[in-house]
């Protein structure tokens, strides 16, 4: 279906900003707490942990802590990465925390322009125009999942790229009141204009919504790719003490956090025959861009290691580590009954 360009016309625009602005005055979300601060530094930690996450997550479990344990850019600075990574712990997309520490290591306050807030570590277009938008009061649009969808449904276009978002962006932007304007249109995406069943009766874009007899149809679906499936055997290694093996990921995938001994099942590891080898049994895990199928092993050594990435069980949960180690530690726990169970 062909995207309609039908220019708006400038009085249904005015109304329609009259409306939305009515409309989020009675049903906006405006007890978010990113909403009710003019912290910049606050509202850059919200914009970062919204990136590929519900507001529900990130605002039951991460934000208050988060900023309660580093409360400005100085004191995320001043921590050590394993810190910024255990808080993050259960968010996800882990590379944002690591830039979010980069970015605290270069600057003392956030710059106000655009472009120079997409200098910074993994800030890019979206994040920079938010932060912009929300903590500098700038008169830019935002883009994020909603309101890509409000765009589609107005302008009644099948599938618009990235230049044409930001072009319908600016067009439909209420630059008078440009923060809250910003925050209605998220909010029109999430409450009205839902992906699916939207309340087109009550939505305050009725008057100029080119899509809203078939708002189904827009954007277009995408065609679902396949998600790969990525096989690996890991292995805890376990010393006579009790003590495992441990280390920080380098790569850019889960970069700093905690992992056991990972490799192909075609390869064939040298544990095999330097240590007793248990089957501890098997895990998967989801994540946004393959699926890992795990058998999980414990590889027993004959004497106590010593130095650096060995740790007693509940050393090892103090680190940072994701939801498959979390898992694989829970096998080991079940197969050592550790802790033991209350009488």
């Not at 009675?26 to 914009?47: C, F, K, M, Q």
């Not at 600057?107 to 125009?129: K, W």
């Not at 995406?189 to 305050?204: F, H």
């Amino acid at each position: 279906m062909a995207a309609k360009n039908t220019p708006l016309n400038p009085a249904l625009l005015a109304e329609f900003h009259e409306k939305l602005n009515a409309w989020y005055g009675r049903h906006g979300r405006r007890s978010l707490p990113w909403r009710n601060t003019a912290d910049p530094y606050a509202i850059y930690v919200s914009e970062i942990m919204l990136q590929q996450t519900q507001v529900a997550t990130v605002l039951e479990r991460f934000y208050l802590p988060f900023l309660a344990r580093f409360p400005t850019l100085q004191a995320l600075a001043a921590a050590d990465q394993e810190e910024v990574l255990k808080s993050w712990q259960g968010l996800g997309y882990y590379n944002r925390a690591v830039n979010l520490h980069r970015t605290a290591k270069l600057i003392s306050a956030l710059p106000r322009r655009v472009e120079d807030l997409m200098a910074l570590p993994g800030i890019g277009r979206n994040t920079a125009h938010a932060i912009a938008a929300f903590a500098h009061r700038a008169p830019v649009p935002v883009m994020e999942a909603n309101v890509k969808r409000v765009l589609h449904r107005i302008f009644g276009a099948a599938r618009l790229n990235e230049k044409a978002l930001w072009d319908k962006a600016h067009v439909l932007l209420n630059r008078n009141a440009a923060f809250d304007h910003n925050q209605a249109i998220m909010d029109l995406g999430a409450l009205i204009c839902t992906p699916r069943a939207p309340a087109c009766r009550r939505c305050p874009a009725q008057t100029i919504c080119a899509g809203k007899k078939e708002p189904e149809c827009y954007p277009q679906a995408k065609q679902a790719k396949k998600t790969p499936v990525r096989r690996r055997n890991i292995y805890i290694l376990r010393d006579q003490m009790g003590k495992i093996h441990a280390e920080p990921r380098k790569s850019r995938f889960l970069h700093g956090m905690y992992r056991f001994i990972e490799i192909e099942p075609s390869s064939r590891s040298t544990l095999e025959t330097s240590a007793r080898i248990v089957k501890l049994g098997h895990v998967t895990q989801v994540y946004s861009h393959f699926t890992l199928e795990a058998e999980v092993y414990l590889a027993e050594v004959a004497s106590a290691m010593q130095g650096s990435g060995w740790f007693a069980p509940a050393e090892f949960r103090r680190l940072p580590h994701s939801k498959a180690e979390e898992k694989i530690l829970a096998l080991l726990e079940k197969f050592l009954d550790w802790p033991p169970a209350q009488p």
